[in-house]
């Protein structure tokens, strides 16, 4: 297991300093703002903690409202907004110097059975092991894109990409943590698919990029120490933002989960 990985899962065992109110610390080689996935983790463990075992999320929607501090523990405050028969809502608060960073509406859902059906998952397969460069499993996921090659071309290229991933560890198997560590990671490689289209007319540095909102929704049960694929596209960009969308395939080719993600790509300067 990464250091990147330990760190990870240690931060997602948040200290409860109140009914409803966690402390939720950061990784210690952060220096700029933080990462969006990790405050939406963070988020929705604290959220789990207050719902009852037998209730799993099935959707969640966030806003990333300021950048995050990473010097400054963040305080999470839970709201019980309904427990049903079937369902639990709970609304959530991350905070830091009082001011408020990001909002999550959560969803959790009793298991019930019924109609089912799925989107197909790519004709494509993992990497093979031998191909995979030691310096990929520094992180906390292993991520490997299809076509690889062709994405680094700063020439235009069709605003959809293929990624595989897999933590650099084994995990306990805990499905909260293992929902939670899928939402840290489905917060990669989205605003990059949207720029996409428009390589080679823009500096990165002339560039500013962050993530504005983002929803999820769980279908079904999943293993996050095996390979899963994030399959991406982006519909459109305009007004300085970018949308798009994600499904995420187990490698077997059941699809176990999809987000939409809406970001800001402003150009600044000339661009060229």
């Known amino acids: 297991m990464s250091d990147k990985l330990t760190e ?3 931060l997602l065992d948040l200290e409860q300093i109140d009914e409803g109110i966690f ?8 220096i700029k703002r933080l990462f969006g996935g990790q405050i939406m983790a963070q988020a929705l463990m604290a959220a789990i903690r207050t719902v009852d075992a037998e209730r799993s999320a099935h959707s969640l929607h966030g806003y990333f409202l300021r950048p995050g501090d990473p010097s400054t523990a963040a305080i999470i405050r839970v709201e019980r907004t309904r427990d049903g028969g079937s369902f639990s809502t709970r ?3 991350v905070t830091q110097r009082g001011e408020t960073i ?3 509406d959560a969803s959790f859902q009793e298991h019930q059975s019924g109609l089912s059906h799925q989107l197909s998952m790519p004709d494509l397969s993992p990497p093979p092991a031998a191909k995979i460069p030691p310096a990929l499993m520094d992180g906390v996921f292993v991520t490997w894109r299809h076509e690889f090659r062709r994405l680094q071309s700063q020439t235009p290229q069709p605003p959809e990409q293929f990624v595989w991933f897999k933590v650099t560890g084994k995990v306990p198997m805990l499905p909260a943590l293992h929902t939670c560590l899928l939402v840290y990671e489905s ?3 989205l605003l990059g698919t ?13 560039m500013q990029v962050a993530s504005l909102d983002h929803a999820m929704w769980f279908h079904r049960s999943f293993d ?12 459109s960009t305009s007004a300085a933002r970018g949308f798009t969308r994600g499904n995420i395939f187990s490698e077997d080719g059941t699809l176990i989960a999809s987000t939409v993600q809406e970001g ?5 300067g000339s661009g060229s």
């Open 264 to 268: 800001l790509i402003r150009v600044s």
């Open 8 to 10: 990870l899962l240690a």
């Open 224 to 235: 996050i120490n095996q390979w899963l694929l994030y399959a991406i596209d982006s519909p």
């Open 91 to 93: 609304r959530v608060l």
């Open 187 to 189: 917060d990669t490689a």
């Open 194 to 206: 949207a720029r996409l289209p428009h390589r080679g007319r823009y500096h990165r540095d002339h």
């Open 102 to 104: 990001f909002s999550m």
């Open 23 to 30: 402390r939720a610390t950061h990784p210690k080689s952060r």
